[in-house]
């Protein structure tokens, strides 16, 4: 923890230029995912399940909270995603976060919370699939080409061996923008007008495409490639629920979130052979068969936020970057 900041008198802001301006590298993040939910496994976090208060419209706020012993920091991320948004031309969400000192409670830091959430959401997919995809993943598709496709990549591609990436939008405009990142990155791409062809291709597969915008499933786990990993961050809404079954281990970030009386209706309901931190701890093995199809769904929790959110906060007041506000 920082001595420089009068605890209980100042806070750090920290806003979304700044934190981008330090240089957290996806590898940093990825360790800093998989610390935390390994700390979740051995007890040495605490939680609740995300609050979700719906609106009229498809709107829902959500304050997602946790805290962790080792790094010893607490955060609540508060985000409401408004789909109407989009037709007004704005950003469809905003998230913040609050850290604080786990040790005294008091707060630490306001952050901007686009690039946090951006690159949990993708880490989490990447440590899932560290320990049930092949090691050796060459291949990635994305179902969308927004901000999830960029942290995704940079996110797997810190892990795996990622040679070809296979892209699919909304718009071509999205698709080309993504592919033109993702060729500067030195990665062939693909960005073929078949959705089918992108999932059924690929060794390892992130649906992220948003969950408000109602489309109906239209993919089949049974026709995913056989030893392949599938990140379900779109809540499973993109897959057809009754073939589920081909898929052979599943794993969550939280049982109690992700249940089937859990405050954010996923599509799954067969029981998850764990959860991340399982995987993170070794008290569950993960990839035992080159023909199994593996994945992660999840709807995120605050814990997830707390590794990179406590690493950019000790990163910039290292660096001295950020607005120091007093209480």
């Not at 592919?179 to 959705?195: I, N, Q, T, W």
């Not at 690929?202 to 786990?221: N, Q, R, Y």
């Not at 990839?287 to 959110?309: K, T």
Request: hydrophobic content about 40%; proline content about 6%; aromatic content about 8%.
């Amino acid at each position: 923890m920082t001595t420089d900041l009068k605890l209980g008198e100042e806070i750090l802001f920290l806003s979304d230029a700044d934190i981008r301006s330090i240089g957290i590298t996806a590898e940093e993040v990825n360790e800093s995912v998989e610390a935390v939910f390994k700390a979740k496994a051995e007890g040495k976090t605490a939680m609740r399940p995300k609050l979700s208060v719906n609106m009229p419209g498809n709107q829902q706020f959500q304050a997602k909270a946790g805290v962790s012993q080792d790094p010893p920091y607490a955060a609540v991320k508060w985000v409401c995603p408004t789909p109407a948004n989009d037709a007004k031309g704005i950003m469809l969400y905003r998230p913040i976060i609050l850290l604080n000192d786990a040790e005294t409670g008091l707060p630490l830091a306001m952050l901007d919370g686009m690039w946090v959430t951006g690159v949990r959401t993708a880490a989490m997919t990447t440590i899932a699939a560290k320990y049930l995809a092949d090691p050796e993943s060459e291949s990635l598709g994305l179902l969308t080409g927004g901000l999830q496709a960029y942290t995704h990549l940079d996110q797997m591609a810190a892990m795996f061996p990622i040679k070809k990436v296979l892209c699919g939008s909304r718009t071509r405009a999205t698709a080309e923008k993504f592919a033109d990142y993702a060729r500067s990155k030195g990665f062939e791409v693909e960005l073929p007008d078949d959705r089918e062809e992108i999932a059924y291709g690929v060794d390892i597969l992130a649906s992220t495409i948003p969950h408000g915008k109602g489309d109906p499933p239209f993919l089949d786990c049974a026709k995913l490639r056989a030893g392949s990993f599938v990140g379900m961050v779109d809540l499973g809404n993109t897959f057809f629920p009754e073939t589920f079954g081909a898929i052979d281990k599943m794993v969550t970030d939280d049982l109690e979130q992700s249940a089937p009386d859990g405050p954010e209706k996923m599509s799954w309901k067969r029981p998850f052979y764990g959860e991340i931190g399982d995987l993170c701890a070794g008290t569950k093995p993960g990839r035992e068969s080159d023909e199994e199809r593996n994945g992660v769904i999840f709807s995120g929790i605050g814990l997830g936020d707390v590794g990179p959110a406590a690493l950019a906060f000790e990163r910039a007041r290292a660096r001295g970057i950020g607005q120091v506000l007093t209480l």
